[in-house]
């Protein structure tokens, strides 16, 4: 395994990291365990989870996830060995079910931290992130901003303050970004720097083959600002792994279960997979494992955030921190990106 070192902080992060969301819906309670089992083996040492998983997000579920870690770290006495990440949601419709509040003010991030802490059974989480901005931004496949008409979003400077406490305390080693914007990034590097508060050291934003919209303004960012990024959805809700090709819908899959992850069936996509899965037939390369090699190679990516419902799908994805990726193919797939950018953000 490789690690990677995350700049402003003491941490050193496997390249691949432990995506959490399908334990308590698609996964049970003991295959999470499993799969954590398995990881830490391979070196594994980032575990990335939030409040509200697993997803879809519903009152029968909520919480679950983090549970299930809990269950895990107090079986295997082995939290010590893991660098433990976890979420707070931001307002929205969809999760007015995972507590009463759900902005991002003192009140309400307290009192999620105190949840997580007890469901996780530890006393810190290593990395804190704002699961959403507390503010109308595109999220989850919408392309374009429409400013609000008014808005009562909490500011930026006072959530970062209640974070900066809860760091204090102990109870958060480090910060970090989700679903956030070039501007929202700066504006807490910002914030950080003229208040002398702790700063955001990572950014969880989707990223994959067929959504490289982190690359036009986040990545400068991540360079110029020693941030770093974990991409979550690297294969795209399972679509870089070829198992939809054709039409298909393999029973139990999530596209199968749930018609509305439709994120990443934009126009162009299922050519632009098409194309991607060529490059990988032509280089005898697995298609997921190629997906997932190139996001393992860019400058800004400190951990890659693989998922998986079964054992064998998580040893291929771990298995890419192996491929390295020929100049040659790294160009096949610069020229399919021209020709179909972004179809699905």
């Known amino acids: 395994m490789e690690y990677r070192e ?3 902080t003491d941490l050193s992060v496997s390249l691949i990291g432990l995506g959490t969301m399908t334990w308590g819906e698609q996964n049970t309670e003991a295959e999470g365990h499993e799969q954590m089992d398995y990881a830490l083996e391979q070196g594994v040492n980032l575990f990335d989870t939030a409040e509200m998983y697993p997803v879809p997000p519903r009152p029968e579920t909520c919480h679950e996830t983090e549970r299930i870690i809990g269950t895990w770290f107090a079986d295997r006495g082995k939290r010590d060995e893991v660098i433990l990440a976890t979420k707070v949601v931001g307002p929205g419709p969809h999760v007015t079910h995972v507590r009463e509040g759900t902005r991002h003010n003192r009140e309400h991030i307290t009192t999620a931290l105190e949840g997580s802490l007890r469901r996780l059974q530890t006393d810190r989480v290593d990395l804190y992130q704002l699961h959403w901005p507390d503010r109308p931004v595109p999220l989850f496949g919408t392309r374009d901003y429409s400013p609000p008409k008014q808005s009562d979003s909490i500011p930026i400077e006072e959530t970062l303050q209640v974070l900066a406490d809860l760091v204090e305390s102990g109870k958060i080693r480090y910060i970090g970004l989700s679903n956030e914007t070039p501007w929202g990034a700066m504006k807490f590097l910002a914030a950080a720097e003229t208040l002398g508060l702790p700063r955001m050291v990572t950014i969880q934003n989707s990223y994959n083959l067929l959504n490289r919209t982190f690359d036009s303004g986040l990545s400068e960012i991540c360079h110029e600002e020693g941030l770093r990024s974990l991409p979550y959805s690297p294969l795209a809700f399972g679509r870089l792994s ?10 139990g899959a999530r596209l199968t279960l749930w018609e509305r992850f439709a994120r990443y069936n934009g126009p162009n996509s299922d050519a632009a997979i098409e194309e991607y899965a060529k490059i990988a037939d032509e280089a005898g390369l697995d298609l997921a ?7 393992n190679q860019r400058h800004h990516v400190a951990s890659n955030l693989i998922g998986a419902t079964t054992m064998e799908q998580l040893k291929s994805n771990i298995a890419s921190v192996d491929v390295e990726l020929p100049g040659e193919v790294r160009k096949a797939i610069d020229t399919v990106h021209h020709r179909y950018p972004n179809p699905c953000p």
């Open 289 to 295: 494992q190629m997906s997932l090699a190139w996001i």
């Open 242 to 251: 070829g198992k939809y090709r054709g039409g298909a819908l393999p029973n």
């Open 6 to 8: 995350i700049p402003h």
